[in-house]
Each structure stands twice: as C-alpha cells, then as structure tokens.
C-alpha cells in the first residue's frame, strides 16, 4: 500500500505561508503538530493499517511529522527575526539629541604640569618627599650654606614670622629633611609651595617649586646634565637639548642655570625665546660639600647633584599663559581649559 | 652693575666685537643684561662750520653755508637758532641723518628756500652738559673751536661707546667693579690685566689734631682715613663725567666725583668729610644708640637705634656708615680740607641698616655683598692718586689705618686635580687647569697631581676643590660637560607612594563630580575674621602673623579655608557666572601656642565650594558620600555649628567616629557682604564643605580586603513610620542599626511631611536588610528582629508604624 502525505502537507504550506505573527503560527501548529493536530491523526492512523506494514507506515509518518516540524521551524525563526526587527525599528531614536550632563571638573594647570614632571622624575627612580611650608632659619638657610651674613638671603625676600620661623623661601629645605633621615643611594623630588615677599607682574607672594636632590657615590656635573637632557625630553619634546650657564647658589658648587633649546622654534629664534633659541628654565649644580656634611654625610665618600625648578614656569612656558597671576584667580574660564 | 666698554679696555685689551664680549660674559658666568650703544640712532652728523650766515628777510630763519669738509664743503641750511655765527662749528645733520628722537632730516622747504639739512642743539643728540659744556644752551650747540670739520659727531663727542649691564651674582663680590669685570675679560681673552695708577706722594704736612677710633670693630674690621688739604672746589675733567655720566652717576664736583668714580672703578665706596665740620677732627665709628638720629645727603630725617652703624665725629653722627653720608659733612665750595675714608663695614649690618630705612646707594649695594680687604687700600690709593693728577687737593702725610688683625697675606690652599676632575665628571688635562688658574691671577705650583693655589686677595669666595672646579668649568667650556645618565648610582625604586597616589586619586575622583581644582594663596587678611563672623575667642582668630606682610591683605597664615574658596566663587559670579563647583587641598596653619613659640601644624585641608540654581545641601552631601563610597568609607552626619554657615543647614562629618569635617551652607548675611551685583544677591546660595584631609587619609583602606559572598541567606523588609518632625532621620537609622546584630543594612526610601499625618509629624520608610556570617536569616528571625525594632522605635521616638 502506498501511503501519501502530498494534502496534508501542501495544505500545511498554505497555512504556514499565511501565518503572519507568532499567535497565527501557534494556531498553525496546534492545527498539524498539537494533540489534536493533522500529523497526530496520521499517527494516530496506525491503528487501521495491517500488521505488517506498521513498520513501513510509522517510518513514514515520521518522515512526515519531521518534515512538517523543519518547515514549521524555519518559518517561526523567520518570523521571530521579523518582529524582532519591527521592535528595533519601533524604538528606534535620535541618537544626536543632546543630553543634559554636570561638566567634568578638572585638575589646576599647576597640578598637572606637577604630576607630569613626577613621572617623569619616578621612571628615573625618584621618590616623592613633602616638607613643611613653614621652616626655620636652619634648614632653609644655614644648613643649606646660606650664613647669617649672606648676601644670598637677599635673593630671597623671606617672610619672617619670628627671628627663628618663616615661610620657607625654596623646597631645598626638603634636602636638608631628606638627608636627615635617609642615608645614600638617596633620589628625590621635593616638590610644594614657597613664599617670597616680591609681588608684581611676574612674582606671585606664594607659587611651586620642585625640588630634585640625588646623592650616592661618583655624581658628578655631567650626570646632572644627562639627567636634565632626559627630564626636558620627557616633559617637552624628544628634540630638547640643555645647556648649561654659570650661577651661583650657596648649596651647589659649582652652579648652574640649565637653558632648555626653545620648543617653540626649535633653537632658531622667536619670540617666547626672544630670539636666543634657549630658554631658562632651572637652577641646580653638584652639591656643595657643606651641605652634605651639615647632615652627616661623608662628602669623601658621596657627592651629589640638585636642582629647583619653578613649576608656575614650566606650566606658563608648556601652555603658553602669558601672566602668572593667571594662576591664582581661579576664573573658570581660563581652569576649564586644562583638561588633560 | 654697568660698565663702559672704554673704560674697561684701559685695563684690559679687548680685541673682540662687542657682540663677542657679550657672550664670552655670558659664558663665564656675568649675565649680560642689557647692551646700550651710546650713539645708537645717530647717523649722518658731522662737525660743521659756517662759512656764511645771513637773515632770510620776511622769515626769523638764517641762511647758513655749512662746511663739512670731506662731508661736502657747501651745504645750504636754514636754522630759526639765533646762536650761530660765521666761524662758528656745529653739529650738522645732513640728508638722511637720523637723531636719538626719532627725528630723519629730508630736503625741507620753507618760504622760497629748501634747507638741505639742519642744525641740532645737544638736547637732540640726547646730551647734558656735563657730557658736552654747551649742550644745554638754548639754541645750536657751539662746538670747541678745535673740533675737527668734517669728523663723525659721534667720533667726536665720544658715542662710539657701549654700555654693558652686567648682573653680579652673590658670590662675585669682587666683579662689582670695572676693574673686577676686567679681570675676567682678562682672564678669559687671556690678556693681561693693566692695574690703575694708584700711585701719588705725600707732603710733609700732617695734622696732629684728627683722631680716627673705631669702637664697634665686630663690624667695623678695617678703617683707612686720609687727610688732604688746599682742596679745589672745582668741576672734574670732562672724561671723569662722561664715565661717571655713562654709567648712571651724576657729575657733582671734583671730590665728590672722585668718590664715586672710584667706586665704580675698583668697587671700594669711598667717602670725604669736610674736616671743618668734624667736631674735635675726630673720627668715632660706632653703633647708634636708640633714638639718635641723622639727616642723610638726601635731606630725609633717619631715626636709629643700636643695629645702625654711625660714623660720628666727638659729638655727633656725620653719616650712616657704607649707607648714606650726613647732609652736616658734605663737601661744599667753602671745603678746605677733608678727610677720606675707604673702609669695610660687615655686610649684615650694612644690609640691616639700608633695609630698615629703605636706603638703597650704591655704597650700601657693595657693602652688601661684602668688599674685600684689598679694595680698602686699593681704593685709598685710587682717590689719592686721582686727586693729586686732577689737582684737587695737596695729598699731607697724615694716614690712619685701624685695623683688626686684618690679614695682609695671601690665602694658599691644595686642591688635588683629580678631585677637581670627580666633580665635573670629565677629565680636563692638569696643563688646562693651570693655565685657567694662571690666567685668573691665581699663584699656580703643580705637583704629584697637586696644586697649590695662592688666591688673589679679592676672590674670598675661593676655599675648596669645588671652587676650583667651578673656576676651571667656567674658562674651561660648560659645553665641554659630556651628558651622563647616573652611570654609576645605584638603582632605586621611584615614584609616587601610596598616600601621595591616594591624594591624587581623590582629586581625580572629585574632577568627575565636577568640582575643578584651585588654588589660592596661604596668606590672608585679618578682616576676613569679621566678615566670615567668626566670635571673638574662637580657634579661627588664633592665627599665625606675619612678621613683614608685604600687604595688611596678606598678612596672616590662614587658619580655615572657606574665605578663600568663596572668594573664587565670589570673583566668579561677579563675572557672570553661575554653576560652580571647586576644590582646593591646601594647608591652613594652626599655632600651638601664641605667640608663637614653635612650628605650628600645617593641616591639609579639602575645601569643597559650590554654587549654583541646581545646587543645594543635599548635592553636596552627595559629593561627600560618593567620595566616602569611593575610597569604601562610611561618613556619618550630624547636626552642627559653624560660624559662617547657615544655623540650620550645617552638618558635621564623621568617619569611624571621628569627626572629619563640616558642610552647609554659607550664611545669607556673609552673601550679603560680597561684592556681587545687588539682584544676584538674593538667588545667590554657596555650599561650603571643610574636611580634615589628614584624619580623613588615615581612614583610607591601605589594600583591597576580599571578602567571599556570603553562603547564607539574607532577607529584607520595608517598615514606614510617623514621628515628629523634629526627629533626625540619622537618629532613627543609627537606632536600627544597632537594634540587632543581624541588621546589615538601612536604607531610607520615603520621607514626606503631610497634614494628614497630624500636626509637626513626618512619615519615614526604611529597607532594613538583615545577613549573618554564620547561619540563614529565617523568617521568624526576621519577624523576631523586626519585632524588636518596632518596639524600640515606638519607645525611644514614640514612632508609629504606618501599615
């Protein structure tokens, strides 16, 4: 006996074909594959055929059953695709419409340029040392070589507040803590703010420093150099250069004013150079003998380099801000340039 | 310090270009500021004579014939000067001259005539009579019958000249003088240097009554007097003036100029006393006694007391000692006989003196940075020498030297040349190092690696194998310095450490709650006490002064941070601006006994300021616990009160039980008192916050505690109750967090107020979350312990629960 299925499943074509949503397609299958449904009563017509083509008519019915469900399979995942496409399309929205947002904040142009020159400084195996603001004559003058007498207190307007206390007029304090309670190899940035009582244009009563001390045996002027090379690459640009230019400073002997070649212009002459091709950016020098031994460090032994760097500088020179009162006035507009 | 260039090449050969002499300064450590030619912008002017002059009828013009010799013998020129005269030489600006005041001749018409030229008085070559006798006549400057026709007026008038502005530093005493910067020039060009004559002869004369007592020899170490007499009241030659002029002197009369020309020379100051004006012909220098007082040279009272130095005569003080003489000494044209004085006076003291009576001469300028005991008697000789040559006065054999013990001998010490080379960290060969150290005048023997160095007397700064090192650097080329990278140090560890990351992470954190970063200055004024209402006796008063404010506005160490910040935020709302949130960390400075008697405590201090239509208390509350949330802390608030806030919205901060800090809002009368427009006023609203970052910091986790979740079952229930308005929402989580050990979390998430709750009544809802490390939270635990805080909540506050 042949056994046919072609109007069963060519009418279960046309149902599947109409079915437009999910809840017409449910009706689909409790039509053909429910309890109830078409491919069921196949089954179900087992009962009437002989015995000997059971075997036969259950393998068909089976193929028929399979094949009813593949059909029924694709068409829901086509229709699934389908709504979930529709649902996409129904909450679809203008992504370009603004949204109302609280403005990040920002750190201050003087911080950043601070933090900048510590990384630099940290990969060179510098640590981080904050001294107090307020010092005594001691450490940020007599033990760092600047005597009672000196002229080089002049260089520094200080704030007394009494014979003995002050504000400290420089981070090299800093040095003088750090050697107090650290034995070589010692490298460390002292960076903070000092006070000098000048005010005009280009002084602020208050502004940064940081200060950088290296102590350990055979240091030498030629080390402070090739350190400085490293740090104006790091901070300004690969093509940096330093030179240095004789001073004076009662803690390093000898002394040097350390020129960076002009980033603007490349060391050809221009106008933030005025037309030098280098621009002073620090002071420093090998650490006078003096200094080392008024902390109780054998300067036979070990000998050091250090240097001060003016952070309100570094931050005018890299952004270009021509009055350091800037700085200090805290207006909005000008801090909320200086994201980083 | 300024220096003329022909001035330093009498004692030095300088075959270099100006340019060149610049930046051999510079290299060798004399900062060259500033470089001025004398004849800068004068071009085209010749000596001229007039060969004819006549009136140009219907004008107040004369027609002059001008000879200029290789300049053209015929050049036509209109003057309106009435001061000319056929013969007469002038200085003739011709077609194409340029003046000092900006002034360029043209062919230049005027009635039927055009002049070809013009003729110029002294005023517009920028001269003084001192620089040229004439120039200051009103009209054309006549010139010396002996001027050259045809020569450069800048030839002739000396122009072709410059001045360098050289900037000294501390160390260099001894270049503050022309002489001091030849040396260098010397050493550097490798020339020799040519000493000034210091020579001169006694007369036989002495004067048996002058006395000279120094009584303070502490600062006082060495003094020279000299008496001179049959002094010339005169004018000084015309070179002496042009040099004094040059380097920003006045030209006063002979003796005094020499005074200062001896100065700049040599860089010793000098002084002459007018003998007849010393009372007893004495010379006493000693301190002042408290209240003495003093009229100086430039007719200003002084009022003394024991710091100042005098130089006094037997009765009375005649003049600040290296400041500022007395106006009762000065030399006058009535001057017969004067004493000089060449001294050293201590520099501490000098600079004491001009400090404290804000006197600033060049005297007090040298003293300051110290003079050496060379310059005393080189100085003597100098003006002794000038005054014989000049034939100002007779030089008598009466000298004075008081003197300390001051040594004469030259100092010798021994620097190894390999220590010199361990500094510098390149190997600068020893024939280097001593021809450096010859030229610059050192004794040099070489030995074994050795040198032993005999060290001018000037150079008092020399002591040690560094000195030397800079020394031989400095001649030797700091481009010489090869660039190393530490070669031989050791390594360390760098970097930030954990607290100072910490500090920068929460400043990070607070930029994304929209704060911006500030800074302001540490010092501040002591009206900011009653502005910000801060109560007589209370800590805020209790701040440290400064001893030398620079302003009464900065005049004391800050001891709170709020003026500060709502002075930003005040300057910023002034602007226009409005939706300001800042943040400043920064140390105020609190004094552990006043006046002070040691270091004070620097407390870093985050100040928290807003301002703005969406800001209130609760905005910044919320800064504040996403910044506890941050860092994994718990802040806890309470009721408080601040001076300058708001008596009832101002909250103090705990963490761990400790209080931390305090926010709320700035009081309406300090708005008031802000310079914001009158209409801004009244919307105006500032939060402040003010946290004790070094409490706060210690309450930091210092690493990550990992903790596994919990196995055992929690469970949470919602209670709503009503209570009197007055009862703090903090009160009644604090009561049920500690109602039982199961409870693990309180959150509030419903308050309202409502007539319908009853009079001054509110109603609260809470989660309450309960968790135990060691067993499941059943349900009849959860009912027991519910249970329990109803109760407690009924008891404590009378609340009543809402179903």
């Given amino acids: 006996m042949m056994f046919n299925a072609d109007e069963l499943k060519k009418a279960f074509m046309d149902d599947i074909q109409a079915a437009k949503s999910e809840i017409q397609l449910s009706e689909v299958w409790k039509k053909y594959l429910g309890k109830t449904g078409s491919v069921q009563g196949l089954m179900n017509g087992i009962k009437q055929v002989a015995k000997e083509e059971k075997k036969a008519y259950g393998q068909f019915v089976n193929e028929v059953k399979t094949w009813v469900q593949e059909k029924y399979d694709e068409k829901k995942a086509q229709i699934e695709a389908f709504e979930l496409q529709q649902k996409y399309e129904k909450e679809t929205i203008d992504v370009t419409v603004p949204v109302k947002i609280r403005p990040m904040g920002n750190l201050h142009p003087l911080t950043t340029v601070k933090y900048e020159m510590i990384n630099v400084f940290s990969g060179m195996g510098f640590e981080i040392f904050e001294g107090p603001e307020i010092e005594d004559d001691d450490h940020n003058f007599t033990r760092l070589n600047v005597l009672k007498d000196h002229p080089s207190r002049d260089m520094q307007d200080t704030f007394w507040l009494t014979e003995d206390l002050l504000l400290r007029t420089h981070t090299s304090p800093g040095q003088i803590r750090v050697m107090d309670s650290q034995k070589p190899p010692i490298k460390v940035l002292v960076p903070g703010k000092v006070f000098r009582s000048d005010s005009d244009a280009t002084h602020s009563p208050m502004f940064s420093q940081m200060e950088g001390l290296v102590v350990d045996k055979h240091i030498t002027l030629c080390d402070l150099q090739g350190m400085l090379d490293e740090f104006v690459k790091g901070l300004f640009s690969d093509a940096a250069k330093t030179r240095l230019r004789p001073s004076y400073f009662p803690f390093t002997e000898p002394s040097v004013e350390v020129d960076v070649s002009c980033f603007k212009c490349g060391g050809c002459g221009c106008s933030l150079c005025k037309g030098t091709g280098w621009i002073e950016v620090l002071g420093g020098g090998v650490v006078n003998k003096k200094v080392l031994e008024n902390c109780g460090i054998d300067s036979e032994e070990y000998s050091g380099l250090a240097f001060g760097i003016g952070i309100e500088r570094i931050a005018m020179l890299k952004y270009g801000i021509n009055h350091m009162g800037k700085l200090f006035e805290n207006d909005i507009e000008f801090l909320k340039q200086f994201k980083a | ?803």
């Fill in chain 2, 1 to 803: 310090m300024k220096v003329l260039l022909s001035w330093l090449k009498e004692y030095v050969d300088i075959d270099v270009t100006p340019k060149e002499l610049e930046e051999k300064l510079f290299s060798a450590g004399l900062e060259v500021e500033e470089v001025v030619y004398l004849g800068d912008n004068i071009e085209k002017i010749y000596v001229g004579q007039v060969t004819s002059i006549e009136k140009y009828e219907g004008t107040h013009l004369y027609i002059c014939h001008i000879d200029c010799g290789e300049k053209g013998h015929d050049h036509l020129i209109l003057t309106g000067a009435d001061n000319v005269f056929q013969g007469a030489k002038v200085p003739a600006c011709l077609v194409g001259a340029k003046l000092p005041n900006g002034m360029e001749i043209t062919p230049r018409k005027m009635k039927d005539m055009t002049s070809y030229g013009m003729l110029c008085s002294g005023e517009e070559l920028g001269l003084n009579k001192d620089w040229y006798p004439g120039a200051d006549v009103n009209g054309i400057m006549i010139l010396d019958d002996d001027a050259p026709v045809g020569e450069d007026i800048k030839t002739y008038l000396e122009l072709e000249d410059y001045v360098f502005d050289i900037s000294i530093t501390a160390n260099r005493p001894d270049c503050q003088s022309v002489l001091g910067i030849a040396r260098e020039v010397a050493a550097f060009l490798g020339k020799e240097i040519k000493n000034p004559d210091m020579s001169y002869t006694c007369e036989d004369r002495v004067n048996e009554d002058i006395s000279v007592t120094v009584v303070d020899q502490d600062v006082c170490p060495r003094y020279l007097g000299h008496y001179v007499y049959d002094v010339q009241y005169k004018e000084s030659p015309l070179w002496m003036k042009r040099r004094l002029i040059a380097v920003g002197h006045n030209a006063i009369n002979a003796m005094v100029d020499i005074t200062n020309y001896v100065l700049v020379e040599i860089g010793q100051p000098m002084h002459a006393f007018d003998l007849s004006t010393l009372e007893g012909s004495s010379i006493v220098v000693r301190r002042a006694t408290e209240g003495e007082e003093l009229i100086t040279l430039d007719e200003k009272k002084r009022v003394l007391d024991s710091s100042n130095l005098l130089i006094c005569d037997k009765v009375k003080a005649v003049g600040l000692a290296g400041v500022m003489g007395g106006l009762n000494s000065e030399i006058t044209e009535n001057t017969k006989e004067v004493l000089f004085e060449s001294a050293k006076f201590m520099k501490d003291s000098v600079r004491k003196t001009a400090r404290r009576l804000g006197l600033h001469s060049d005297a007090a300028a040298r003293y300051e940075k110290g003079i050496d005991e060379y310059s005393v008697e080189c100085g003597m000789a100098r003006a002794l020498n000038l005054t014989q040559t000049l034939g100002v006065a007779k030089i008598s054999s009466s000298h004075f030297d008081v003197s300390a013990g001051a040594s004469t001998e030259r100092r010798v010490i021994q620097v190894e040349t390999a220590k010199v080379n361990y500094v510098l960290g390149i190997e600068v060969p020893e024939e280097e190092m001593v021809r450096i150290l010859k030229n610059l005048a050192f004794g040099v023997e070489l030995k074994d690696g050795v040198l032993t160095l005999t060290v001018p007397r000037y150079r008092e700064d020399i002591e040690s194998d560094q000195d030397i090192a800079e020394e031989v650097i400095r001649e030797y080329g700091y481009d010489k310095v090869v660039p190393t990278f530490l070669g031989e140090a050791l390594v360390t560890n760098g970097g930030l450490n954990g607290e100072q990351s910490k500090e920068l992470s929460v400043k990070n954190f607070l930029c994304t709650q929209g704060y911006f970063e500030i800074q302001t200055i540490a010092m501040t004024a002591k009206g900011e006490f009653d502005q910000f209402m801060i109560p007589e006796d209370a800590k805020e008063r209790k701040a440290v002064e400064i001893l030398n404010p620079i302003t009464e506005n900065l005049s004391i160490m800050r001891t709170f941070m709020a003026p500060a910040m709502v002075k930003a935020l005040e300057n910023n709302i002034k602007n226009g601006q409005s939706d300001l949130r800042f943040f400043e960390l920064a140390n105020i400075y609190i004094p552990k006994a006043l006046p002070l008697t040691e270091v004070p405590d620097e407390i870093k201090t985050l100040c928290l300021g807003a301002s703005g239509a969406e800001e209130d208390f609760f905005t910044m509350k919320e800064t504040l616990e996403n910044l506890a949330a941050y860092n994994d802390l718990t802040f806890k608030y309470q009721k408080g009160n601040v001076p300058y806030l708001h008596p009832g919205r101002t909250a103090e901060v705990y963490c761990d039980g400790e209080q931390i800090g305090v926010f709320g809002q700035l009081r309406y009368d300090i708005i008031d008192s802000l310079a914001i427009a009158k209409d801004k006023k009244a919307d105006t609203r500032i939060f402040i916050a003010e946290l004790n970052y070094d409490v706060l910091k210690t309450k930091f986790k210092e690493k990550i505690n990992y903790v596994p979740e919990s196995p055992y079952a929690k469970t949470s229930r919602d209670i709503s109750l009503v209570v009197d308005k007055k009862v703090e929402c903090g009160q009644i989580i604090e009561t049920i967090e500690h109602a039982d050990e199961l409870v693990s979390k309180v959150q509030l998430f419903d308050i309202f107020e409502s007539e319908k709750l009853g009079f001054a009544k509110k109603s609260m809802a809470f989660n309450i979350e309960l968790a135990s490390g060691e067993k499941d939270v059943t349900d009849e635990m959860t009912d027991e312990v519910i249970g329990k805080i109803v109760n407690l909540l009924s008891d404590v506050y009378g609340a009543q629960m809402r179903s």
